[in-house]
């Protein structure tokens, strides 16, 4: 739901309000068969195998909410200032896991270890205002000519509170006793209710996760664009960002408890260049250094049980530097036509990457994992109209294509088995394409349809320590189908099928030559199933 409000003061200024409410909903009901050595040791008779269900829902709301006031105080000389106000509530109540090793011949005994048996509620709020300013000064009178100089303030002050009230089910008795199921069978309200536990059948452990993230980040930035002559436009800027970002935690049953803080004063230098060979032809170039903050599940030290496994944040990390330069070409093929071809380079200090921290609980983190990494490759893009019939129908093809080249050196004392590797989540092959359909008619309909078509090569999902092969997210492809109907201009219609082709997740990790060579083995294996969506958008 979104609402937009413009009101002219005068001829010389506006206000402007924006308001915007999301809501997802999500409940899920799993069943997960499988070998799991950590989970699952008790099972070692039947090979480790068990199964766990996973019962869960997610309830996420965000508000968004901006003011801004803009106005012109001369011909050259003009402003913009505001604030937004955004409010995040992020719910995941009542997961319930339970855990069950295989006894043999289609059954299962409850799971007896820490965690193996849980209920799960918690819940994320984030309040963040963010006030800007800038003021914009034209150095050129010509409309035709762009030269400007800008100069701003922006901030985002945040709080981030998150809560989790944990309960761990423990049968009581001796393991032999715990209750035991048909796979296909199975019925827990008979063992965990009120007069099982009243009577001391099993006991309930409860503890509440909790941590904090402050952030008080500062930035104020000149940039200086100039267009020399008919065909060469200079953009100069400078950045300069104070953070300040204060985690505090107690989590993990207080395990860890603790506070740390990420501060520092960050400049962001940039220069772009366009030339325009001719009208159809422009040569883009780019030189500039930013900075990665880590995010906030990346630095707590929460552990989260998620499908794929479990993960928890590491409070020390430290802010990656990244150094990037590309160099585009653009052929204008037409009105509404485009081919681009763009290469590109990134040098990044301290990059921050998942990790397998090769314990027996399986746990994943993330961690500075070099003193630097390189990335660098080339994408090609096209956008070319395919035919027409008559004036009102248009058939449109697209295409984005590019190959990525990672490295980044590891600690052979850390990384035993892995001396380099890609960096984590880069695939090197990228490749989307879609075929889209428009019709206009005379009376105020409008039809749009595209077929999108999405393909990812392997690639890292986490990198492996003390002597595991990194975790590899093996390569999919997807297919999307989304059609729109608009009526006049205040009513749109749409309808997406996505995911048609419902392929299979899967993360996979080769063996070591002490584990028999290094055939893949499947870690985790799934499919998300087809989504359809409907909507309606209205304009008042």
């Keep these: 739901m979104a609402a937009n409000l413009e009101i002219n003061l005068n001829t010389e200024s506006k206000l402007h309000f924006n308001s915007l409410y999301l809501h997802t909903a999500m409940a899920a009901a799993t069943k997960f068969y499988g070998r799991e050595i950590e989970i699952f040791q008790v099972a070692e008779d039947n090979n ?121 089910y423990y049968w009581a008795g001796a393991p032999g006793t715990a209750p035991t199921f048909s796979v296909n069978d199975m019925h827990l309200d008979a063992y965990f209710n009120q007069e099982n536990l009243s009577e001391g059948d099993f006991r309930l452990e409860h503890f509440n996760d909790t941590y904090q993230v402050r952030r008080n980040n500062h930035g104020i930035y000149a940039d200086l664009i100039h267009k020399f002559g008919s065909k060469l436009t200079l953009n100069t800027g400078l950045r300069a960002d104070n ?106 200090s301290d990059p921050i990457a998942r990790v397998d921290q090769g314990n027996s609980a399986g746990l994943r983190t993330y961690d500075n994992v070099s003193d630097h990494a390189v990335a660098t490759g080339i994408e090609l893009e096209l956008r070319k109209s395919l035919f027409a019939i008559g004036q009102k129908q248009q058939w449109y093809a697209g295409l984005n294509a590019s190959y990525i080249y990672t490295k980044v050196e590891l600690d052979p004392a850390f990384f035993v088995q892995n001396t380099s590797s890609g960096l984590e989540g880069a695939a090197p092959y990228i490749l989307n394409a879609d075929v889209t359909y428009t019709l206009k008619t005379n009376r105020n309909l409008g039809i749009t349809s595209a077929l999108v078509l999405n393909y990812v090569s392997d690639k890292v999902h986490t990198i492996g320590t003390r002597g595991y092969n990194n975790l590899i997210e093996e390569s999919f492809t997807t297919l999307d189908l989304v059609t729109s109907l608009g009526i006049r201009d205040n009513l749109r219609l749409t309808l997406k099928a996505k995911n048609l082709l419902n392929p299979e997740y899967k993360l996979s990790r080769k063996g070591t030559a002490a584990e028999g060579g290094s055939q893949a083995v499947i870690t985790r294996s799934y499919r998300r199933g087809v989504l359809l969506d409907f909507g309606i958008a209205c304009k008042f």
């Design 48 to 168: 480790s195998e068990g199964l766990t269900r996973r019962l869960q829902i997610n309830d996420n709301s965000v508000f968004i909410n901006q003011l801004i006031y803009s106005g012109n105080i001369s011909n050259r000389l003009k402003y913009n200032a505001g604030a937004g106000v955004n409010y995040v509530i992020g719910k995941e109540p009542d997961r319930r896991i339970m855990m069950f090793p295989s006894i043999g011949n289609g059954m299962v005994q409850l799971g007896m270890g820490e965690g193996r048996n849980q209920r799960f509620n918690s819940s994320v709020t984030e309040t963040a205002v963010l006030p800007k300013i800038n003021v914009q000064y034209l150095l050129s009178a010509d409309p035709e000519k762009i030269s400007y100089l800008e100069l701003g303030y922006d901030s985002r002050i945040s709080s981030k509170d998150f809560s989790a009230p944990i309960y761990n």
């Design 243 to 348: 953070i300040y970002t204060e985690i505090n935690y107690e989590v993990n049953r207080g395990a860890d408890v603790g506070s740390n803080t990420i501060e520092g004063l960050f400049l962001s230098p940039s220069l772009n260049a366009k030339y325009e060979l001719n009208e159809k032809n422009h040569i883009r170039t780019g030189v500039s250094r930013t900075y990665t903050l880590p995010q906030d599940k990346e630095i707590s030290p929460f552990i989260y049980q998620g499908i794929d496994g479990n993960d928890n944040g590491n409070p020390n990390l430290e802010v990656s530097t990244n150094y990037n330069f590309d160099l585009k070409w653009d052929y204008y093929i037409s009105s509404g036509e485009l081919l681009t071809l763009n290469g590109f380079y990134k040098h990044i």
